[in-house]
């Protein structure tokens, strides 16, 4: 009797996953079955997922042969009246697509994209892949033929590194992408109608002139998705550099692409792509067969309903950025205004206090969320004379330095006895009572703290248990021998953001040194936005906005202090 109901409940498992392939009978209890399945699937059950499977494959081989490829063709055909009309520039475009265990999937996807833009030599196809993935050496061997095979493709770069999840991934791309749009991409997408990029060439160049700035958030859209849906945004390189993400790393998947739409909503610049279709093969649509990479970071109810919770949680922090974006919008609006001049610098010591007023305002207005306001008020006193830029507002400015955004570790020796001392310090670091708040079940409340370990020419009590750090930088004397050093261990417990604010003076640079970084970590100074990695240095001008953020899951601590300015 126990056979025979096994035998039944297989059938019926077996028949309900297949009568999925009617929208009808497609509902959340299909995707808890089927992560049941494959997480059996080395057991008694694995055949039923193997069938089903075998059926999406012939369903994906007849879709494409009977639907996707002749409108392809069509596209190609029509084309050139298309092209015709078109008169935008073509932009630089970057394409972001995290990938695992997916290499024919990922092959597709690079093959649609070449076939289907017109002028593929100006796009870049950026790929993560987890260094455990065990794919790995194949996607290799994709990425030494891609110029071979993908060559029209301007560039396709394979980055490999740990496993941080899609969203963290997109992001890491991000970093490192050149076009004036990123793409979200995905391995389960293909690019099906010709001229797509010429496409969202002309629509940016309307949207544009339309706004007199370069804030959009945009989707290929050719009503194949519900009334109000959209998928896959698409960011210009202002929206990246004003939030300094590419998506919010909060979420385990499922509302990263809705926190993205939403803001545009709000800020009333989401504009779709009409007429481009682009197929997205997923599993719940029964468009791609159930593998475990849809089980690895996708498939269970529980944790989409825990994201859309969080969701619902953060309006704030949406209504926060979406401030930023509006900010940025109202700072180009003015900047068109060709009637508008600088006045003359006030006279010292006038200006020096008026700085120190105008940047506890602006400070203030940040941390309360007035990021409009704030840049109102920057915008205001560089039209008095007081700062040259909005984004660098030293109090205590000296004028005969340059501003710069970054400086290059590499060009500073003490980078190097930082790293090599780096793992001694952190085992230090967590043998010592404060290493109690570095532990991922602290239970840590969300924020950041600030533990002075230096000031006024001595070391304080909370640096007795770490001689190690202190040798390190008893070392170096640009740190700590000259009036005002300071030295601080910067604790951040996601998800935590600190206000944007300005250092006190342009005279030093700082240094932030990365001894514990998880991911999710990172910081915008001026308009240069970077991700922390682990016992990695960044030094910047100490006078530029600065903005930090670590949405990730464990907590991080830098070491943070001030050198003099190298051109003084």
Known sequence: ??????????????GRLLLGHHGRYRDGTLQDLVTDLLRDRHNRRGWIVDAVNGSLLVRQKLAYALRLEPRRLWSRAAFPLRAAAVTAAPRPLSLLCPTRNRVDNLSAFLRSVQRTAAAPGRIEVLCYVDEDDPALPQYRELFDRARGR??????????VGPPIGVAEAWNRLAEHADGDFLLMANDDQLYVDHGWDVALDQRAAELTELHGDS?????FDAAQYPEGGCDFPIVSRSWYDT?????????????????????????????????VFVEHRHYQDYKAPFDDTYQRHRMTRGKSIADHALFLRTEQQRVAEVDKLAARIAHGRRGDRRDTKPSEPLPEPLAGRARRHYRALIDELHAGGQSRAAADCADLAVRQGLWVSALHRPAELHRELPVRMDYDPADFWFTDRLADRHEAIVEELRAAPIGDRLLPEGGREAGTDHIELYRDGTWTASADALPVLRGVLDKIPEALLFPGATVELMLQHPPTRQPACCGPGNAHLRVEFG?????????RTGDRTRTRTDGGCLIFDDGLEQERWHQGTGPNAVLT??????DR
């Open 215 to 219: 804030v959009l958030c945009l989707y």
């Open 515 to 523: 001894l514990v970084v998880t991911a999710g970590s990172g910081i």
């Open 243 to 275: 939030l300094g993400y590419f998506v919010p790393t909060i979420f385990q998947q499922w509302e990263v692409e809705k926190w993205v739409f939403d803001l545009a909503r709000r800020l009333g610049r989401l504009y779709p792509v009409p007429g």
């Open 1 to 14: 009797m126990t056979g025979d109901r096994k035998t039944l409940d297989a059938a019926r498992d077996l």
């Open 561 to 566: 202090f001030r050198v003099p300015h190298p």
């Open 150 to 159: 993908f060559g029209a493709i301007g560039r396709c770069a394979l980055h």
